[in-house]
């Protein structure tokens, strides 16, 4: 009897794990009609982008295409349509004119980016480019005195090497499969600004303090002598520039020094040159606008209203992050993603839906600083620690909220979605999955991912999901460079991203009961946004 008894709740487990979701099989076809036949997501990629340019946070691109937004949503006949306010971010960033040309020995235009806020020159300087070769920052004494009026350019060791794979790919069937039989993971807590692109900072932090504390030094140096800028560059190769920020954007922080970031290949070229003994000068005319005197900084928000009385304050929610850097337009990081986001509500909306529960689009500001806006709205809306008790504080909408899905590793199609631990998920995104699987999308792996704006979410124990996206060329090629731009989207990738999110979205709201939660993490007064 004991055994029989220790039995059924298994059983019953199983039953509850394989229960059948109750699909509108009508309205997803309809879904999918309006997604792949009447798109409109590359014309709303287009004024993301090429309309608008790039969207630093709080910078004039960013509150351009914002307002742009905004009043699309609104135009489509979502309620609630409003820039809403999440917090002091600090200065906006604008870079207004960058010509950079080396002048002797002989003329050359270079393929160079100013980092975000950072100063300008004032006005053209021709000036002498220093080579600094310090094996750490003690070694840079030799250097003091000599700076002033200089472009000074620090020697690297390394050499641009070939590459022999393609920049673009899509996930094999194999890599797939490999994914959907993943075991669960041991939950990390990410910390503030745990983005890709900080880890990869971090890890490379680690290896470099060295010479980071070398630059640092010499920034300093830098400013105190008057020397013109100092030049940078990256991982980047055949004429890619991976340009991000130049020091802090607090409102009361001193402009920083400017920093520009030159292709590796021209940047070995001058090096090389000035080791020759053979003097080389550049022209620079770098003009940079700091703004935003309200210091704040703002999200997008929507809301297609729940018709349910019993679940119409219940919240379905779907987003990405619509800021960027300044290098291109942010095209695949995230123009896509809002994008896509943006369609998914337009294509429910124009089929008439009647959601049982609340849908509400928000597209982040602050995500490439550390997730900053997604963090400050799940604290606003949902759950912070009390920093006093060290307890959870739970918003009124928090009981409310059934899930939030994301969309953020650019242009690729949507190949599965990623569970975050959260195995009660399983079966019910499987069936979900069940009418695109001739678009590719089958893969449902427990494993989690990080950097971007879904963890924001599940920080707070909140189903929060992330899709998986095939790479293209999005490490390789457009994420933080010069080259993110709209040519570099894929229309029919778009296209099954936005379908896809709209049917996901569609059933989170029309089902019975909202998502399964996963138990509410332990509070960490400092950790991981809260």
Do not use: C
């Not at 950097?451 to 996206?469: A, R």
């Amino acid at each position: 009897m004991k055994k029989i008894l220790t039995i059924i709740p298994a059983l019953l487990f199983v039953l509850q794990l394989s229960a059948q979701e109750k699909l509108d099989m009508d309205m997803l076809g309809k879904i999918r009609k309006e997604g792949l036949e009447n798109s409109q997501v590359m014309d709303i990629a287009f004024h993301l982008t090429d309309a608008n340019g790039p969207r630093l946070t709080s910078s004039p691109g960013f509150f351009r295409a914002a307002n742009w937004a905004k009043n699309q949503l609104a135009q489509w006949g979502l309620v609630n349509a409003a820039l809403e306010p999440w917090g002091t971010f600090g200065k906006g960033w604008e870079l207004k004119k960058s010509y950079v040309a080396m002048t002797a020995p002989y003329y050359r235009p270079l393929i160079a980016f100013p980092k975000s806020w950072t100063m300008g020159t004032k006005g053209l300087k021709n000036a002498e480019v220093l080579l600094i070769d310090a094996k750490d920052s003690t070694d840079l004494v030799k250097y003091e005195g000599k700076l002033g009026g200089k472009v000074l350019i620090l020697y690297r060791a390394d050499t641009l090497k070939q590459s022999f794979k393609p920049d673009a790919e899509r996930y094999t069937d194999e890599e797939l499969e490999k994914m959907a039989k993943a075991e669960p993971q041991q939950q990390r807590q990410f910390q503030p600004g745990d983005t890709a692109a900080q880890r990869r900072f971090r890890e490379q932090f680690q290896r470099n303090r060295g010479p980071m504390r070398t630059l640092t030094l010499l920034r300093d140096m830098a400013m105190k002598e008057g020397a013109v800028a100092i030049l940078s560059t990256s991982r980047g190769q055949d004429g890619t520039v991976f340009v991000q920020g130049g020091g802090s954007y607090a409102a009361g922080a001193p402009e920083n020094f400017l920093d520009i970031v030159l292709a590796m290949e021209d940047y070995l070229s001058l090096q090389r040159v000035v080791k020759a003994g053979i003097q080389v000068k550049l022209d620079l005319d770098v003009q940079t606008e700091f703004s935003n005197p309200d210091s704040k900084a703002y999200n997008i928000v929507a809301e297609i209203k729940g018709t349910d009385p019993k679940l119409k304050d219940e919240l379905v929610m779907l987003g990405g992050h619509f800021d960027s850097w300044h290098g291109a337009t942010g095209a695949t990081d995230n123009a896509a993603g809002s994008a896509v986001m943006m369609e998914a509500v337009r294509i429910l909306k124009a089929l008439g839906v009647k959601p049982r529960r609340t849908i509400r689009i928000a597209l982040w500001s602050g995500e490439e600083q550390g997730l900053l806006g997604s963090r400050a709205y799940v604290k606003n809306h949902f759950a912070e620690v009390d920093t006093a008790t060290k307890k959870w504080i739970l918003k009124p909408e928090y009981d409310k909220f059934s899930t939030y899905f994301n969309i953020d590793n650019g242009t690729g199609k949507i190949r599965g979605i990623y569970l975050q631990g959260n195995e009660k998920e399983s079966d019910i995104f499987r069936q979900w999955f069940e009418p695109f699987k001739d678009l590719g999308a089958t893969t449902v792996t427990i494993s989690n991912t990080g950097g971007t704006d879904h963890q924001s979410f599940d920080g707070v124990g909140l189903p929060g999901f992330q899709f998986i996206q095939d790479p293209i060329e999005y490490d390789t090629r457009t994420h933080h460079t010069n080259m993110d731009t709209y040519d570099h989207l894929i229309p029919a990738d778009l296209k099954q991203i936005a379908t896809i999110v709209a049917s996901f979205v569609y059933n989170a709201a029309m089902r019975d009961d909202k998502l399964p939660r996963k138990p509410m993490p332990e509070p960490r007064v400092g950790g991981f946004g809260f």
